[in-house]
T-cell receptor, first 112, second 114 residues
């Protein structure tokens, strides 16, 4: 069946460090891929998405490229800020039933 | 634009009590869903709906009921609360048609069952 695996946290970085959060998936067909972010005490919000192979999603300095050959959608940011401290979720949607398959989330803490 | 709203934000129940978590959206989304979020377990789908009058079970439906009488509202009912239902509950909505599949989330309800 469909599944998402993302790296375990917590991840702790200093401000301006480079961030990578790994996400790999298993899915039949051609899923859409998403990164969601959850700031402390809030609901989830979409950070970026990619709907077909080789697409790059980007937002707020974050990027992720849909790699079908490696079934991956790793999240990257060149220079993190304290305000990026949050939990990041990788997710996929396959088929037309609108359900999202979620990774377990990766907590990121950025220290000044 | 209100988006997805949930009430209450916090709730404490005693074992055996019942209650309804409210969810409403003003984006005319056909698809609505309820998740629970527990430490180390990510998001788990409780129930979902693809339109008014249509509901279906997710991964963890036991102990919860839903109904969808209007496009806007999707309440979640706990029939007889148990400590295992202590969690943060999120409602989400999206369009059914199209290819985006983006889900919009409410701010959550933090429920404690004692």
């Amino acid at each position: 069946g469909n599944s998402v695996t993302q790296m375990e946290g917590p991840v702790t970085l200093s401000e301006e460090a480079f961030l990578t959060i790994n996400c790999t998936y298993t899915a039949t067909g051609y899923p859409s891929l998403f990164w969601y972010v959850q700031y402390p005490g809030e609901g989830l919000q979409l950070l970026l998405k990619a709907t077909k192979a080789d697409d790059k999603g980007s937002n707020k300095g974050f990027e992720a490229t849909y790699r079908k050959e490696t079934t991956s959608f790793h999240l990257e940011k060149g220079s993190v800020q304290v305000s990026d401290s949050a939990v990041y979720f990788c997710a996929l949607s396959a088929g037309n039933n609108r359900k999202l398959i979620w990774g377990l989330g990766t907590s990121l803490a950025v220290n000044p | 634009n209100a988006g997805v709203t949930q009430t209450p934000k916090f709730q404490v129940l005693k074992t055996g009590q019942s209650m309804t978590l409210q969810c409403a959206q003003d984006m005319n989304h056909e698809y609505m869903s309820w998740y629970r979020q527990d430490p180390g377990m990510g998001l788990r789908l409780i129930h979902y709906s693809v339109g008014a009058g249509i509901t279906d079970q997710g991964e963890v439906p036991n102990g919860y009921n839903v109904s969808r009488s209007t496009t806007e509202d999707f309440p979640l009912r706990l029939l007889s609360a148990a400590p295992s239902q202590t969690s943060v509950y999120f409602c989400a909505s999206s369009y059914v048609a199209g290819t985006s599949y983006e889900q919009y989330f409410g701010p959550g309800t933090r429920l404690t069952v004692t």
